[in-house]
């Protein structure tokens, strides 16, 4: 409905949502903007756009996968919620109540303000092609310290 695209993966409806799941989904909304903002503008100038990953040209914006470098997603939602005293200290809410909302959205406005500065001053984002994006291994969240 507002252009977004929502991942209803049958890993979470196999395994169930925790404080994890919805966190993380959480903080994945809040800064879908800032995501896609970087995306396009990598392809504001027309000129063809490679791949952080391996130089292969990804010829259309909606190919290409907004990544994480170091620190990787894991590690980054990861740290933020090791700061905030743990996955469960992060209060979700499905929604304002006049909508619907698929995914959680933080409860606290305070809180998602501390998690998009936290991501504005330490994610590192990159392109990749989808392939790319599902070969990345999985590092381990604990190993980067901000």
Known sequence: ???????FSYQTAIKGRTARSDAKEAMRIAVQDRR???RDARYDNGD??????????IAAKDDAHVVYLEPDWAQLTYRFA??????????????DGVAAQAGGLFADPAMQARWV?????????????ASENARRPHADETAWMP
């Open 36 to 38: 896609l903002a970087y």
């Open 48 to 57: 063809p756009v490679a791949s952080d990953i391996s130089g292969a040209v």
């Open 1 to 7: 409905v507002n252009g977004h695209t929502i991942d």
């Open 82 to 95: 090791e700061s905030e005293g743990g996955w469960d200290q992060i209060a979700v809410t499905a929604g």
């Open 117 to 129: 500065d936290f991501h504005a001053h330490r994610a590192s984002m990159a392109l990749a092609t």
